[in-house]
């Protein structure tokens, strides 16, 4: 029997055979299901298959589906309240901050217009400066610019500036200044003040004089102790000098405000020389420097040759290095070999060359003639001057005397015998002789004869070999009874006498104020 209007579920519709019913109405969502018409209320669904059990195997796709509807409609409500007002909220804060951009730009364009405008007027305006400082030179610097005075800017933009002035020496001088287009401006000439510092000079020495130069071509002399105000700033160079000494120059700054002192030293060094025995006689060159023991001060640094002679022991050369500041001392034995002191009193010394003889180690002195021949015949008298005036003639005949005098002192040594020198002997004995022209010039400066031994000794310890007076030789110099003359005179020059090889003659009663001797003592 079949059931109208049942729903089969699974199954297909049943065929009616009652009166069709329309269906009844659902309900709306969360409205009170409508009371059925017998006055009783029906579950809600009931009719529908809503409250039908569902299949256990239907219940897992149904809660799927319920979570993904729950989850668009919570996505739907979060996109439709807060979502899009956010996005309407960005979109309206971009717009703005694009709005104020715009706005800032158009802002600085006008800006920078009116600046542009502002800089090409201003570069259509230009002022005038002009500046010259005492001394001239010196550097100006305005901004960017810098001219060495006397200067002149002419492209100066308008306005206040700081202007500095600098000068090596001087005080850099600076000043606000404000430079209009209208008329040009002109500082005209701005006084540098110069800086400045002194100078004080000492010396422990006296009679010292001095020479100062420095900047700007600054220069003064004067002696010291002395005291220099107002030095312009910068390095100065002094030249110290005293007599015939002149120091090395020395470098002396200047500062600023400054009190400098320099003190000027001379560097002299000291000698002592002591001999054994004493009483010998010290000498540089011509000069007699004194006798044994010795010290010398205030001796110049360097080399010094000197001589130390005491006869009859022989002559020693020694040479001494003095350093600045030193102290130097020097002891020397004397030594004997063959010199000896004639009865007469002439030195004689031994020359081992030329087969070996004595030598008078001076000119025969006039007190050493007149203690042998009794007389004096010479012009310019003086014990230690050379005998001149004296003749070939009466050389030979003292000569002869002096062979008897000092043969009955016991005083002539055997086998030997006094004589004038050979030409030959005389040249071994002044082997060594230097003409110097400036000394020989300077001998015409002389007068008259001079003492014994002025001069500088020879390597052998003879003295005034060449100068003083002219020397006797045995030797004839012709055939016409002239006999040789050797070593020049005190009134010798470069012209008539340019050297040691120089002869001159003259007969055997020729005497004058220019001739003289001196004896060998040779073998028989």
């Known amino acids: 029997m079949s059931r109208a209007g049942k729903f089969i579920p699974g199954g297909g519709k049943a065929r009616r055979t009652g009166p ?48 993904v509807v729950c989850c668009l409609l919570v996505s739907v409500a979060w996109y439709t309240m807060a979502y899009l007002p956010a996005m309407r909220e960005i979109a309206a804060y971009k717009q703005q901050v694009a709005d104020d951009a715009a706005a800032a730009a158009a802002a600085k364009a006008e800006a920078d217009k009116e600046h542009a405008e502002e800089l090409l007027k201003l570069a259509s305006e230009r002022g005038v400066l002009t500046v010259d400082t005492n001394p001239t030179g010196a ?131 000291k000698v002592s020389i002591t001999t054994t025995p004493q009483g010998a006689t010290v000498r540089n060159g011509r000069v007699i420097l004194g006798q044994t023991p010795l010290t010398l001060p205030h001796l110049h640094p360097g080399d010094m040759s ?4 005491l006869p009859p022991y022989t002559l020693q050369h020694v040479d001494i290095h003095i350093p600045d500041f030193g102290n130097v001392s020097k002891q020397i034995i004397l030594q004997q070999d063959k010199d000896f002191i004639a009865a007469c009193g002439m030195p004689m010394v031994w020359v081992p060359d030329g087969g070996g003889f ?113 020397e006797w030789c045995l030797d004839d110099f012709d055939q016409n009874g002239n006999h040789s003359l050797r070593g020049g005179c005190w009134l010798s020059s470069a012209e008539h006498f340019p050297n040691a090889d120089t002869r001159n003659a003259g007969g055997a009663k020729y005497a004058d104020q220019f001739t003289g001797f001196r004896v060998v003592l040779v073998p028989n």
């Open 306 to 309: 000197l001589s130390v002679d």
């Open 20 to 67: 069709i019913r329309a269906p009844e109405p659902t309900p709306p969502s969360g409205s009170a299901p409508s009371p059925s018409p017998d006055g009783k209320k029906k579950p809600f669904g009931k009719g529908l298959g809503l409250n039908k059990p569902v299949d256990k195997k239907q219940r897992l796709p149904i809660a799927i589906m319920s979570a």
């Open 139 to 269: 550097s100006v610097t305005i901004g960017d610019f810098r001219k060495t005075t006397p200067a002149k800017f002419t492209d100066l933009i308008p306005g206040t500036f700081s202007i500095l002035i600098h000068a090596d020496g001087y005080e850099d001088y600076k000043q606000d200044i404000t430079i209009t287009a209208d008329q040009p401006t002109d500082l005209g000439t701005i006084q540098l003040a110069q800086r400045t510092g002194s100078l004080s000079l000492t010396s422990p020495e006296s009679n010292v004089t001095y020479k100062i130069t420095g900047p700007g071509d600054y220069s003064h002399e004067g002696q010291v102790p002395d005291k220099l105000d107002k030095l312009p700033v910068g390095d100065y160079i002094i030249t110290a000098s005293q007599q015939d000494w002149t120091l090395s120059p020395i470098t002396v700054p200047i500062r600023d405000r400054d009190s400098a002192q320099k003190e000027i030293k001379f560097p002299y060094g």
């Open 358 to 470: 004595w030598v008078g180690k001076y000119l025969v002195r006039q007190n050493d003639f007149e203690a042998v021949a009794g007389y004096n015949p010479s012009n310019f008298r003086r014990p230690n001057l050379p005998v001149e005036s004296v003749s070939w003639e009466s050389a030979m005949a003292f000569i002869d005397k002096l062979n008897q005098y000092e043969a009955k002192a016991g005083k002539l040594p055997k086998g030997y015998h006094y004589s004038l020198p050979k030409e030959s002997q005389w040249e071994t004995f002044n082997d060594d002789a230097k003409i110097d022209l400036a000394a020989t010039s300077r001998l015409n400066t002389l007068s008259s004869t001079q003492d014994v031994g002025y001069s500088e000794p020879n390597k052998y310890g003879l003295y005034d070999t060449i100068g003083n007076v002219w």
